[in-house]
């Protein structure tokens, strides 16, 4: 069965701190993603990885930066949380190339709140 | 199907009736298209997935519909029960491009039982 973890269902952090949020896939998928979501905006990409070691910018990159040194698993990094990034973030992960059968599986969601 | 300021647009049917929710998509390049159910305080699910090769797919209780002249995507549900309230969401994506989705900003679906 297919599964996408996240590490914290729910955090709060102050301002200023920095922030770690870890994803882990178990279904050797090659790439991976991070989304923000906030009502009336919907699904909004931050960054996303093809492979190890390679990131992409998505639409939303800004107070943010990724992790991927192992397949398996995608960091998120706030290096200076502020009050803006308080949203729902999660992770994603796909297979190479969207072949038969092959979607997009997300994570339960980190509910993050930074005051 | 699509969000119109800070609301979703919104979905009440009474349990056992069926549900038809609409997408309009944006790109007449893509070419898969996935649902998604996200319940309250969770992350989307999976539904049905759907390849711009076909027009009609069936899962158990849910179809999804999809007309490519006017880029218009439908998923009905079939004896709609309370478990099936959500905010219901498409995704369209350019499978020979960078398979980065796009997401549309989803129905709420209200089950009275």
């Known amino acids: 069965d297919v599964k996408v973890t996240q590490s914290s269902r729910y955090l709060v952090k102050r301002t200023g701190e920095k922030v770690f949020l870890e994803c882990v896939q178990d279904m050797d998928h090659e790439n991976m993603f991070w989304y923000r979501q906030d009502p009336g905006l919907g699904l909004r990409l931050i960054y996303f990885s093809y492979d190890v070691k390679m990131k992409e910018k998505g639409d939303i990159p800004e107070g943010y930066s990724v992790s991927r040194e192992k397949k398996e698993r995608f960091s998120l990094i706030l290096e200076s949380a502020s009050t803006n990034q308080t949203s729902m973030y999660l992770c994603a992960s796909t297979g190479w190339l969207a072949g038969v059968g092959d979607t997009q599986y997300f994570g339960p969601g980190t509910r993050l709140t930074v005051l | 199907g699509e969000s119109v300021g800070l609301h979703l647009p919104t979905l009440s049917v009474q349990e056992g009736d069926n549900s038809i929710i609409n997408c309009a998509y944006s790109?007449?390049?893509?070419?898969?298209f996935i649902w998604y159910k996200q319940e309250s305080g969770k992350g989307p699910q999976f539904i049905i997935d759907i390849r711009s090769n076909m027009d009609k797919r069936q899962g158990q209780r849910v179809t999804v519909l999809l007309n490519k002249t006017v880029k218009h995507l439908s998923l009905q549900i079939a004896a709609t029960q309370p478990g099936d309230s959500a905010v219901y969401f498409c995704a369209e994506i350019v499978t020979g491009g960078s398979y980065i989705p796009t997401f549309g900003r989803g129905t709420s679906l209200i089950v009275h039982p």
């Open positions: 790109n007449s390049a893509s070419d898969y």
